[in-house]
């Protein structure tokens, strides 16, 4: 998943995307691309990661 930061948080087109097909994200791995901003986009992957642990998903950390 490819992401910007924006306003500290992801855009709502993201949201849609994962909120609209909400069943089929269960058991899947996920990993996250983010940028944008002074945090390089780490805030709205922290953010994702905990959207994605309440639809069961695996999320991947490189570190």
Excluded: C
Excluded at 17 to 22: L, S
Excluded at 35 to 49: C, I, T
Aim: charged fraction near 30%; proline fraction near 5%; charge should be positive.
């Amino acid at each position: 998943m490819i992401t910007p930061e924006y306003n500290h948080g992801y855009p709502a087109s993201l949201k849609q995307a994962i909120d609209v097909p909400r069943d089929e994200w269960r058991e899947k791995a996920v990993g996250f691309v983010s940028y944008d901003g002074v945090s390089r986009g780490l805030r709205v992957v922290e953010q994702l990661r905990k959207v994605f642990a309440e639809l069961h998903t695996v999320t991947m950390r490189t570190r």
